[in-house]
């Protein structure tokens, strides 16, 4: 996470002024195919990378010698090495965080640059479409793989029902990064290939949804216990929980008439059990400062989360009568395993429960260089036609990672980012304004080129009734 710090904001490559410049900022688990993309194209491209994070090193690895490319430590909370920087650029591609994103769009439009994010487009950014007209500036979020690909392909499915005369009556849509199967991973039965803060925040903001015309308000500490058997082509059973506020797509999406409306998260049966008991207890607060935290054992910390107690029982036996789960049974075990009861200190950097969770994961859920992840999109949508049955459309979308390469996930969320430069630079994407990919102009050729990929759907319809 970005500490103190300045950010160097002088240019590393000097090229001619006809070389455009990309600045990608962040060089997480989610960039690195996104960077080696930009990379292998730049000088077919047209066009340099820059990459700032404030892990300089981890940025001169995604970087390499390559002759094109360039890397610079990049503190997001530096204002005035946060605005330099963002001036030298051409487009910016913003990975960082989702709480960094108003900060970075507010300087591009300032500026006058071209922002493109893998986040949720949230009410500040939409805020901006106006001023961002007017300097003639895309701010296009959305762009990864969830939230990503899954709008570009259910809008294309969308808008070619219409065109047929369908009319859609339900639209479930879910997402997944999972371990791909057939592996020996861990008693989770998941592992970290993106920002592990979104797992452990994910439920932050509660949930919405709408199911045969009845609308589901999920506070967050809830979310968790919301789970639905979804079944999955080549797959399996997988267990879905809703996904923020899949209200707000109905109107995106053109699809004020359904009588059911889901966009949910899959995760292998089991996963949901465990982590709402993480969730009961309060450990992913990112607002109670802990004192002297790297200090303190795990134990320790989950002590802090119970009733105060002078004396009694040991703290399994009080863990499990305040969490009502069998002191012996599957979810004890998963929590003993992630370490949440261990007699060692956290070492953690940050001073929250939420901190401590996000390095806990990235420790005990690591994607081994001889393992491989998968990444899940799935579109389910009830269509009634004037002149005929009315059919279910199922469209599926799944990509392996390879082991010891690039990971599934990198390449899904990456991908279509760096597409999206290159139909920016090249004058043929002329949207401006702050906008998600629901446009033609936007999905229609970044879903050809992933179908080129080799990343494509698999429609499958069948009749109803």
């Not at 592992?191 to 803060?197: A, C, G, H, S």
């Not at 967050?220 to 879905?240: N, Q, R």
């Not at 760096?418 to 102009?441: N, W």
Request: aromatic share 6%; net charge negative.
């Amino acid at each position: 996470m970005p500490r103190a710090g300045r950010c160097d904001p002088t240019p590393l490559i000097e090229l001619d002024a006809s070389v455009k410049h990309v600045l990608v900022l962040g060089a997480g688990k989610s960039s690195p195919y996104l960077i080696h993309h930009l990379l292998q194209n730049a000088e077919a491209g047209g066009w340099r990378v820059t990459v700032g994070d404030v892990d300089e090193r981890m940025a001169r690895e995604r970087v390499g010698s390559h002759p094109r490319g360039a890397a610079t430590r990049f503190d997001v909370n530096d204002e005035e090495g946060r605005s330099s920087l963002i001036e030298s650029a051409d487009v910016v591609i913003n990975m960082l965080g989702p709480m960094y994103q108003d900060l970075v769009a507010w300087d591009c439009v300032a500026h006058g640059k071209h922002l493109l994010s893998v986040s949720y487009r949230d009410q500040a950014v939409r805020d901006l479409d106006a001023d961002a007209k007017k300097k003639d500036v895309l701010l296009l979020f959305e762009l990864g793989l969830d939230p990503g690909i899954d709008h570009m392909s259910a809008i294309q499915i969308i808008h070619g029902v219409r065109a047929k005369g369908g009319r859609i009556t339900a639209f479930r849509s879910y997402g997944s990064g999972v371990p791909a199967p057939g592996q020996d991973t861990n008693p989770l039965q998941y592992v970290i290939t993106w920002n592990p803060r979104n797992v452990v925040m994910s439920a932050e903001h509660g949930a919405q949804y709408m199911e045969d015309g009845a609308i589901k308000c999920v506070p967050w500490h809830h979310v968790f216990h919301h789970t639905w058997p979804v079944s999955v082509d080549g797959v399996g059973e997988m267990e879905a929980y809703p996904n923020r506020d899949s209200l707000s797509y109905m109107q995106s999406f053109g699809l004020e008439g359904v009588h059911t409306m889901i966009r949910g998260t899959l995760r292998y049966p089991g996963w949901s059990e465990t982590w709402a008991q993480i969730v009961r207890l309060g450990l992913p607060n990112e607002h109670l400062r802990i004192p002297r935290l790297a200090e303190r054992t795990y134990r320790e910390v989950t002590e802090m989360f119970l009733p105060l107690s002078h004396a009694g029982p040991p703290i399994e036996s009080r863990l499990a009568k305040f969490l009502q789960i069998s002191p012996t049974g599957r979810i004890m075990q998963n929590l003993k395993w992630l370490g949440l009861l261990a007699d060692e200190p956290t070492g953690c950097r940050g001073d929250t429960a939420a901190a401590m969770l996000v390095d806990l994961l990235s420790k005990k859920l690591p994607l081994r260089e001889s393992d491989r992840d998968l990444v899940i999109l799935l579109h389910s949508m009830d269509v009634e036609y004037p002149d005929r049955p009315a059919e279910r459309i199922t469209s599926t979308f799944k990509s392996e990672g390879k082991a010891a390469g690039f990971t599934a996930m990198s390449v899904s969320v990456g991908l279509p980012t760096a597409l999206a430069v290159r139909e920016l630079l090249d004058g043929r994407l002329k949207l401006r304004g702050s906008r998600i990919p629901t446009e033609p102009e936007i999905y229609e050729p970044i879903l050809a080129a992933l179908e080129r990929e080799g990343l494509k759907f698999e429609e499958k319809v069948e009749r109803l009734g």
